[in-house]
T-cell receptor, first 112, second 113 residues
Framework: SQQGEEDPQALSIQEGENATMNCSYKTSINNLQWYRQNSGRGLVHLILIRSNEREKHSGRLRVTLDTSKKSSSLLITASRAADTASYFC????????????FGEGTQLTVNP | NAGVTQTPKFQVLKTGQSMTLQCAQDMNHNSMYWYRQDPGMGLRLIYYSASEGTTDKGEVPNGYNVSRLNKREFSLRLESAAPSQTSVYFCASCRRDFNQPQHFGDGTRLSIL
């Protein structure tokens, strides 16, 4: 079964607006990762946040993690049409190496 | 630098046929993975290989076998394909250190009639 649940399932915004996607999970984790998938392509890693971190930034991306609520959010600021993609959160419980459990994803559409 | 390469990109099989999906990575990663992605669902782990010489079952291993041929290559075999195995298959790799991201290939789109 899927560890993560993502909300919303689909999001449509205008260029320049911010997009926020949420992820909830069920068990304790070592890290949580966000990936992007463009149509017909593989997943691309965006950002990894460790369980002892609360917030992380990378360019226009901001990720927060609340381990007490078992939830994370991904904020994309000043969105562009090129940000149109599916976004997945994945949790990792492994202490050595990686074994990810993915959520079902959020389909983001950024309209020009 | 190719990253993770999957072959073939597309394949159509008849029920009962067998097939091997190939995956190779050139990043010197220890760990490799096979996932399937079905419409409306995230990726589900089929099998993984934490290091050369080891393989383990993931969430949905039934109907599949894997071979870690060497450090670079990890293949997925369907011995007797079934329509329920119609899916997009992704291979990934990563370093076997703590808190590492996975790197994905572009997938194999498999249809079983």
């Amino acid at each position: 079964s899927q560890q993560g649940e993502e909300d919303p399932q689909a999001l449509s915004i205008q260029e320049g607006e911010n997009a926020t996607m949420n992820c909830s999970y069920k068990t304790s984790i070592n890290n949580l990762q966000w990936y992007r998938q463009n149509s017909g392509r593989g997943l691309v890693h965006l950002i990894l946040i460790r369980s002892n971190e609360r917030e992380k930034h990378s360019g226009r991306l901001r990720v927060t993690l609340d381990t007490s609520k078992k939830s994370s959010s991904l904020l994309i600021t000043a969105s562009r049409a090129a940000d149109t993609a599916s976004y997945f959160c994945a949790t990792d419980r492994e202490t050595s190496g990686s074994r990810l459990t993915f959520g079902e994803g959020t389909q983001l559409t950024v309209n020009p | 630098n190719a990253g993770v390469t999957q072959t073939p990109k597309f394949q159509v099989l008849k029920t009962g046929q067998s097939m091997t999906l190939q995956c190779a990575q050139d990043m010197n990663h220890n760990s490799m993975y096979w996932y399937r992605q079905d419409p409306g669902m995230g990726l589900r782990l089929i099998y993984y290989s934490a290091s050369e010489g080891t393989t383990d079952k993931g969430e949905v291993p039934n109907g599949y076998n894997v071979s870690r041929l060497n450090k670079r290559e990890f293949s997925l075999r369907l011995e007797s394909a079934a329509p329920s195995q119609t899916s997009v298959y992704f291979c990934a790799s990563c370093r076997r250190d703590f808190n590492q991201p996975q790197h994905f290939g572009d997938g194999t789109r498999l249809s079983i009639l």
